[in-house]
């Protein structure tokens, strides 16, 4: 009595099974995975001992006929900071995994407030009284020496539709020339706003204004200008 026994073929992804052979229908992952250990400098041998794998396994994974099983595709993705939507080509860029912190990559700046807690009809004009606090800033926000950089919290609509109330404008101190145009932070008194100015040479006249309409322009003398810095990045409202 002869028995039929049928051979039951794999269709899982990993193993060298009967199917293993002809599992070629994933070209990008292999072609993906070949790119992104170049890309962070890992060779395929310290990839095989990261994955506790010989080295001849992550080599066909590369170069075929075998491809990974899932809980080594998992391993394999937090070994390479990679996901897996990259690696089988569902997103067309790789995400890593946390960022590592680098704390040169970030400014620390004072915040300042417009109106300071103290004594708001003091005449002089002190940086430090308006001080509430401190914020990290990525560089590309404050490229240039830290001690160049503050943050105003902006706590008025003057500058509205521009600067939204309870945002954050970054100031560089340092830019203290006023140029037409531009959008400044300035002293009177002891409160501090933003305004674009607008310069007449001739008349040694700066004329202020409001991006909000309500706030009409005021005109004073250049050499009355109290000019803390130039805004240069607007953050939304925190």
């Known amino acids: 009595m002869k028995t039929n026994l049928k051979r039951t073929k794999r269709s899982h992804l990993g193993g060298h ?15 993906r995975l070949s790119s992104r250990l170049k890309d962070i400098d890992m060779s395929q041998r310290e990839a095989a001992d990261a994955l506790g794998k010989d080295y001849r396994t992550v080599f066909n994974y590369i170069h075929g006929p075998n491809h990974p099983d899932l809980q080594t595709l998992l391993n394999m993705s937090k070994v390479t900071g990679t996901s897996l939507d990259w ?34 009809t ?17 560089r590309s926000l404050a490229p240039g020496d830290e001690g160049d950089y503050v943050m105003l919290a902006i706590e008025d609509d003057s500058m509205e ?8 404008c970054i100031i560089d101190v340092s830019k203290t020339r006023p140029v037409t145009g531009g959008v400044y932070a300035l002293a009177n008194g ?14 040694q006249k700066a004329i202020l204004r409001a991006d909000n309409a309500a706030y009409p322009p005021m005109e004073i003398p250049l050499a009355s200008l109290k000019l803390i810095g130039r805004a240069t990045a607007a953050c939304g409202k925190l």
């Open 87 to 120: 690696f089988f080509g569902l997103t067309s860029e790789p995400k890593l995994g946390k960022a590592r912190f680098n704390q040169d990559d970030y400014a620390l700046l004072k915040v300042l407030s417009c109106f300071p807690s103290g004594d708001r």
């Open 17 to 31: 099974g009967l199917n293993a052979r002809h599992n070629k229908d994933l070209p990008i992952f292999r072609e």
């Open 161 to 168: 539709p521009t600067i939204q109330v309870d945002s954050r």
């Open 190 to 203: 002891n409160v501090i706003y933003l305004r674009r100015l607008v310069v007449n040479p001739v008349d």
């Open 122 to 138: 003091e005449k002089s004009f002190v940086m430090d009284t308006h001080v509430t606090s401190k914020i990290a800033v990525h």
